[in-house]
């Protein structure tokens, strides 16, 4: 069973919008996170497939997990982007990613 992570990605920046100097563990995944937001917001809107090109980084019991990350927009809330592993359930929410570096939206 995954996890569920409600993640904000201004809280990865610093108060200029880069990337914030912190701790390796905290830098990889607010770029793992990043990478999320970039593959929905690259996309056009109307595009179904929910699969991104961005694999799965959790390890259970050690050993990579070899799911692909489902992710898009919510339906309930377009400011949000939900996301999930196809094979080990880990998932989440993003919020605060509009004009960040991640945002990849063509105005």
Known sequence: ????WVINMLHSLDEDGNLARQSSPARRMAEYFGSIVESV?????SEQDWVIP???RRRPHRKPCLGMIAAGYSKDDSTTI?????AC???GYISGWQE?????RRF
């Open 1 to 4: 069973m995954g996890n569920t």
């Open 41 to 45: 917001t690259a996309r056009p809107a």
């Open 54 to 56: 961005v694999p799965c």
């Open 82 to 86: 939900v996301w999930q592993c196809s």
């Open 89 to 91: 359930d880990d998932n």
């Open 100 to 104: 960040t570096q991640w945002d990849k």
